[in-house]
């Protein structure tokens, strides 16, 4: 009798057993594979995540691949037929080296892609509108991309820090590029502007360190703070004619910058908008302009002769502080026009 019901217990926890490992391997098998929008289907399969079906990708919480994200992730294909990818989808897949976009694509989420040190390349389809914010931010080792004549919007540091792109060359009718965009790309070389380009906003280039030079088209009417500061190899800069404001810090330690040429309407040049532009040696100031700002030229120390026209009525006393080549006629000029304005 005891020997039976040994026989039975024994039975009971084989069986027991046989259970639990089935629902690991069932538990497993579900995560490998499901659904990421109504439409859309998802499997994983060493290394490669496939994505097929049609319309939108959502999820709730965590992208359903997450388990494989850091480690594991290598490659995406992502179907014809999805129109989307979601927020965060693939931040921080750290080996993943290859994407391939479906031509049907619309729309890439914010943080989509942040982090994605591996990824080399992207491949934008002539579908694609819209790029969220920081979607590729920190994409350290993507070094080029072409944006589609379909695109409408890169959203807010949608490429900084990626330390290797090159080259960029914008659509035909884009017209904004956003606050911090390009921010740190420090191998930046040769940008490529829209002709209907209205805005440069806060930082779009700053610390972009091998750029040279930049052509910005007629149709620009702003550019923001901090626009093109640090960008140490800047030697160039003609701003078109409607800019009527150069903003705080635009071009701050562009220490390569030999030549300015201001619009014909420039009405304000305001704090540190050249400060420790260090290689400019002369200026011509428009004779539209109104106000010369705290330290606008401070630190450009190899500046010896600036034009300033009979219209500004106020240059601040630190404007020009420590151009300490400035010659002494420029110096004679500036002290007389501070004490004839009271500035």
């Not at 509108?129 to 589609?148: D, N, Q, V, W, Y």
């Not at 360190?209 to 923001?224: A, M, R, T």
């Not at 201001?262 to 200026?283: G, K, N």
Request: aromatic residues 12%; proline residues 3%.
């Amino acid at each position: 009798m005891k020997n039976k019901k040994k026989m039975q217990k024994g039975i009971i926890i084989v069986g027991l057993a046989a259970l639990f490992l089935l629902g690991i391997h069932m538990l497993t098998a579900e995560k490998t594979k499901g659904k990421c929008g109504e439409n859309l289907r998802w499997v994983y399969e060493d290394g490669v995540l496939t994505i097929s079906g049609t319309g939108d990708m959502y999820y709730e919480g965590k992208a359903p691949w997450s388990k494989w994200r850091r480690d594991n992730l290598v490659r995406v294909v992502i179907g014809e037929g999805c129109t989307s990818i979601c927020s965060n989808a693939f931040t921080g897949c750290y080996h993943l080296t290859e994407v391939v976009l479906p031509d049907s694509l619309e729309y890439i989420g914010e943080e989509a892609f942040r982090y994605c040190s591996a990824l080399t390349e992207a491949e934008f389809p002539d579908s694609l509108e819209k790029i969220g914010e920081e979607a590729f931010m920190g994409c350290r080792s993507l070094a080029h991309i072409t944006l589609p004549e379909s695109l409408r919007s890169v959203g807010r540091a949608a490429f900084e820090d990626c330390i290797s792109l090159t080259q960029v060359i914008f659509p035909e009718y884009f017209g904004k590029i956003d606050e911090y965009t390009f921010e740190g790309c420090v191998s930046l070389r040769e940008v490529i502007l829209s002709d209907n380009l209205k805005r440069i906003d806060y930082g779009a280039f700053a610390g972009c360190s091998s750029l040279q030079e930049i052509d910005l088209p007629n149709s620009l009417e702003y550019v923001g703070e901090y626009a093109f500061s640090g960008c140490t190899s800047l030697e160039k800069i003609y701003l078109p004619d409607f800019i009527v404001s150069v903003e705080e810090r635009t071009f701050d330690t562009c220490t390569s910058l030999k030549e300015i040429r201001f619009p014909t309407d420039l009405e304000y040049i305001e704090a540190r908008a050249f400060w420790r532009c260090s290689s400019l040696t002369e200026i011509e100031l428009p004779d539209s302009l109104k106000s010369i700002g705290w330290y606008a030229f401070s630190e450009c120390t190899s500046l010896r002769e600036v034009t300033f026209p009979d219209t500004v009525y106020k240059i601040e006393k630190n404007a020009f502080s420590d151009c300490t080549a400035l010659s002494a006629e420029t110096q004679q000029r500036l002290a007389q026009y501070q004490e004839m304005k009271g500035n």
